[in-house]
C-alpha cells in the first residue's frame, strides 16, 4: 500500500524538483550556444552576400566587355569582302562597283541584323531628336520641312547614335 501512495502522489510525468527550472549556468550555456550559432549563420550570410555581389559585378564587367561580340563577328564578313576587293590584280571600274555593292549589301544586313537603321528624312517635318539643322534656306516647301540630306543619321533600336545633318524649309513669312 505505501508503494500505492507514492505511485498516487507523484503520477506519470509529474515534475520532479530539479525538472522545473534550469540553473541560471544552463541557461547561459544554451544562450551562447544559440549566439554562436545566430553568428555562425550571420557570417556564412554575409559571405555569400558578398560573393554574389562580386559574382554580378564580374558579370557586368564582362558584359560590357564583350557586349559586341556578336556585331564584331558579323562584321568579319564585310572587312573579309573589302580586303578581297582590294586583293584583285586588275579590277575593273565595274568589278569594284559590283563589288562595293555586295559589300553595302552585306554591311546593310548586319546593321539590319542589330537594329541599327539610317535616318534619311528628305521631304519629312523637322525633328531635332533625329535631325541637326546645319542651315535654313528658302524653299517651296512648307516650313521645317527638310530640304536637303548632307549626311544620314543612324538609330540603334530606339535611340539617335548620330542625327541626320539637315538642311531645313524656311517657309515663307
Known sequence: MQDELNTESSPAGAQTGK????????????????????????????AETENMRRRAA????KARKFAVENFAAELLTVKDSLEAALKAESPSVENMKDGVELTLKQLVAVFGKFNLHDIDPMGEKF???????????????????????LQKGYRLHERTLRPALVMVAKGSD
Open 58 to 61: 564580374d558579370d557586368v564587367d
Open 19 to 46: 525538472d522545473i527550472m534550469p540553473s541560471p549556468e544552463e541557461l547561459l550555456k544554451a544562450a551562447e550556444l544559440q549566439a554562436a550559432e545566430h553568428h555562425d549563420a550571420w557570417l556564412r550570410a554575409k
Open 127 to 149: 525633328d531635332p531628336h533625329l535631325h541637326q539643322a546645319i542651315q535654313v534656306v528658302e524653299s517651296e516647301q512648307p516650313a521645317n520641312t527638310v530640304v536637303t540630306v
